[in-house]
C-alpha cells in the first residue's frame, strides 16, 4: 500500500492481534480502511505543500507550464509526454491556469 503506519498504529494492531491470537476479517478491514484514508490524505498534503510554494500569488491557481515542469523533473518525474496528456486532462482556465485543488484531486483519485 506504500504506507509506513505510526509507532502507535502498530502497537494498535498488535494489542488487537495479541489479545484474541487472530484478527477478524472485519478488524483487518477496519484497519486497512483507516490506513488507506490516512495514506491518501498525506499524500494530498503533501501535493498541497509541493504545488502551494508555485502559487506565488497565493491563489490557489499554477500555470500549465510550471505544472508541467514539475512534473516532470520532481519526485517521480514524468515524461514530457505524461506530463501533456495529464494536463489535457486538467480544466484550465483562458489564461492557462489550473486549480491546484484540481490537480490534488487527479492525482490522489486513481
Do not use: C, W
Not at 504506507?3 to 502507535?8: F, G, H, L, T
Not at 514539475?70 to 484550465?92: C, Q, V, W
Amino acid at each position: 500500500m506504500g504506507y509506513s503506519p505510526s509507532e502507535r498504529e502498530l502497537q494498535d494492531f498488535n494489542a488487537n492481534v495479541f489479545s484474541s491470537n487472530q484478527v477478524t476479517k472485519q478488524e483487518f478491514l477496519g484497519l486497512a480502511s483507516r490506513l488507506a484514508r490516512e495514506d491518501a490524505h498525506s499524500t494530498a498534503n503533501a501535493i498541497q505543500q509541493v504545488l502551494g510554494a508555485y502559487d506565488r500569488d497565493k491563489t490557489g491557481m499554477l500555470a500549465a507550464a510550471d505544472l508541467k515542469a514539475i512534473l516532470s523533473t520532481m519526485g517521480d518525474r514524468l515524461t514530457k509526454e505524461e506530463a501533456d496528456t495529464i494536463l489535457d486532462m486538467l480544466p484550465k482556465t483562458d489564461r492557462g491556469m489550473v486549480k491546484i485543488q484540481d490537480v490534488i484531486q487527479f492525482l490522489t483519485t486513481a
